[in-house]
């Protein structure tokens, strides 16, 4: 694209989306056009900047010349974004995490139309753990595999989806699918553990930014591979990479890998 992709963030007014206001102002590759929040925010119609930008919060009441949206709001948030890019044909860039059953399915037929780009983390730390985890996975079949995740206290999904995402990884890595592995909670008398399967250990307080540790673990012996983020800024980046990378793109869904290694 030669001219500045034209950008709309949704769940502007969060913690991501303060992050991302702040890093796109004074990134060249994009124009910010829309800065989108719910209809009972506290910010609607207020400025977005503390400054002469004339932008405000507003909802999706103009949807004209809009090129990729990137979303950061919530699973309704993410459902009124898919509804402006399918009748735009918009690109959608989210990271939006705990969606059900049915918004997953809906992502999916919508990626035959438009192009769609998810990512449980858009760090480049995590997308390398995710492959050294992978093949750790893959190289110690018979041991134990547990993945541990802390977050800030005001998270409303768990495990988080970088947690989820490193499971689904470590299960490919035995050839198996996570939804046959997974045990997301333990109390009682559980029992002893079942071989093969994969765990899940969630904690939440203060505000930590996200850490994910993957514990292998087997006789005399275990590796940790952890990842922690200490800064909301890697997630903006990352996702702004995408975005860039996103303008124009065919429809289907991308990967943050595939932004990775179109830029190696
Ligand atoms: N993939 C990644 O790398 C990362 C993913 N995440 C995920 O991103 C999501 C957001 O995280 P975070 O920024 O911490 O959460 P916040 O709660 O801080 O921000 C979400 C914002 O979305 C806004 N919102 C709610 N409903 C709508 C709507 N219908 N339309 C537009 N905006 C809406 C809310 O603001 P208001 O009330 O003002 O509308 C809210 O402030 C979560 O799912 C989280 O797990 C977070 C960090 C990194
Ligand atoms: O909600 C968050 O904050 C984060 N959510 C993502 C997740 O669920 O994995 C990514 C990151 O860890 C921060």
Not at 58 to 70: F, K, L, M, Q, S
Not at 106 to 130: D, W, Y
Not at 218 to 242: K, M, N, P, V, Y
Request: hydrophobic share 50%; with cysteine.
């Amino acid at each position: 694209m030669t001219r500045p992709v034209r950008l709309a963030i949704s769940g502007a007014s969060g913690r991501m989306g303060l992050a991302l206001l702040n890093l796109v102002r004074d990134d060249e590759r994009f124009e910010l056009v829309r800065a989108v929040v719910s209809a009972q925010s506290a910010r609607l119609g207020k400025a977005a900047y503390n400054d002469v930008s004339a932008l405000r919060f507003t909802g999706w009441e103009d949807t004209a010349g809009i090129d990729v949206v990137i979303d950061f709001s919530g699973p309704e948030g993410l459902g009124a974004a898919l509804d402006v890019c399918e009748a735009t044909g918009a690109a959608l860039v989210t990271g939006t995490t705990g969606l059900d059953a049915a918004m997953e399915e809906r992502l999916s037929h919508a990626a035959e139309r438009i192009a769609i780009l998810r990512a449980a983390n858009f760090s480049l730390g995590v997308a390398v753990l995710t492959r050294l985890l992978r093949e750790a996975a893959a190289a110690l079949p018979g041991w134990d595999i547990d993945i541990v995740e802390a977050h800030h206290n005001r998270k409303e999904d768990a495990p988080s989806g970088t947690a989820l995402a490193l499971g689904h990884a470590a299960a490919a890595g035995r050839g198996a699918c996570l939804d046959d592995l997974a045990v997301y909670a333990r109390e009682g008398r559980p029992g002893a553990r079942e071989a093969g399967t994969i765990g899940f250990a969630v904690v939440r307080g203060g505000d930590i930014v996200g850490e994910h540790q993957a514990l292998i673990m087997g006789q005399g012996e275990r590796i940790e591979l952890g990842h922690r983020a200490t800064d909301r800024s890697i997630f903006a980046r990352g996702a702004l990479e995408a975005a860039a990378w996103m303008a124009g793109r065919a429809p289907g869904t991308w990967t943050i890998e595939d932004v990775i290694a179109a830029k190696v």
